[in-house]
């Protein structure tokens, strides 16, 4: 796997804005999304993915997760809060606005899932979250936030797909995003680092009136060309926002590539395992 998850990317040099939103995009578009790769995979797998299939794919971010289901034949809709991602994900699904199909129906609306109206009545067949909660203190009920918006818009019986953070002892970035927590201290409360719990996906569910059917963990390694695109790539998942406006960008590109020294390999690639966890859920 190691191919296909370590690339070289350029180094940036020069001023930057504290916090660049149009790099941070290509960042997770070009370095951090594919990161997730085996969990899209796993799931749509699962799920039998196809030409059936209308998906709905909640910040569905730069639109990788979203091409990979269209390339199975499903007809996508994707929705964020991002410009500057969505407008790479246009990019990917819809390089040429002027043609109605590049993928056939394929469809990126910015703003909350409730905008994002099926053009089938029969509603959305599968929901997707796949952005993992579980280390942030808040991303649950954010979630939860999301879900209350989406459901009216799928089926009876539509599966809804969450997704999580592993067990700390089983993914290696925790480690490193306590380098965050530490960083963020004067800032400590909202969007503070926490450690995942084992039940955080299930009581989501439990609060959206969702059915479990299901769960599974699939490795999904931090792969990276070098230490200056591990840390771009971490910090574009936003993780690292609190550290930096308790202290500064050049204090966290700091701390971080420290943190990321155990993991650097003698060839100067950084490798990090971890495991992700997701739970498949019913629409009653």
Not at 167 to 189: I, N, Q, S, W
Request: with cysteine; glycine share 10%.
């Amino acid at each position: 796997m190691t191919p296909t998850l370590v690339r070289q990317h350029p180094s940036r040099t020069g001023a930057a804005p504290r916090v660049d939103l149009r790099a941070r995009a290509r960042d997770w578009s070009e370095i951090q999304e594919r990161m997730l790769v085996p969990l899209y995979e796993a799931v749509y797998e699962r799920l039998d993915v196809g030409p059936a299939t209308r998906l709905l794919g909640l910040g569905c971010g730069s639109g990788l997760a979203l091409l990979m289901a269209a390339s199975r034949g499903a007809a996508i809709t994707g929705v964020d809060t991002s410009s500057d991602r969505l407008a790479l994900a246009r990019e990917r699904l819809l390089p040429d606005e002027r043609d109605s199909t590049p993928h056939t129906g394929a469809r990126i609306v910015r703003g909350s899932p409730a905008e994002a109206v099926p053009a089938d009545a029969a509603g959305y067949t599968v929901v997707t979250a796949f952005e993992p909660i579980g280390c942030l203190s808040g991303d649950a009920e954010g979630l939860g936030e999301l879900l209350a918006e989406a459901l009216p818009l799928a089926g009876p019986g539509a599966a809804v797909v969450l997704a999580g953070w592993g067990p700390p002892e089983r993914c290696t970035t925790a480690t490193v995003l306590r380098v965050a927590a530490k960083l963020a201290e004067p800032l400590r409360g909202a969007d503070a680092w926490r450690p995942t719990e084992r039940d955080d996906l299930e009581r989501v569910a439990e609060h959206a009136g969702l059915r479990p059917d299901g769960s599974g963990r699939v490795a999904c390694p931090f792969g990276y060309a070098d230490a200056d695109s591990a840390v771009r790539g971490l910090k574009s998942t936003g993780l690292f926002d609190p550290a930096i406006a308790a202290t500064d960008q050049v204090q966290v590109d700091k701390e971080l590539t420290e943190a990321l020294h155990p993991y650097q390999r003698a060839d100067g690639t950084v490798w990090m395992p971890n495991v992700f966890r997701y739970l498949v859920a019913r629409v009653p």
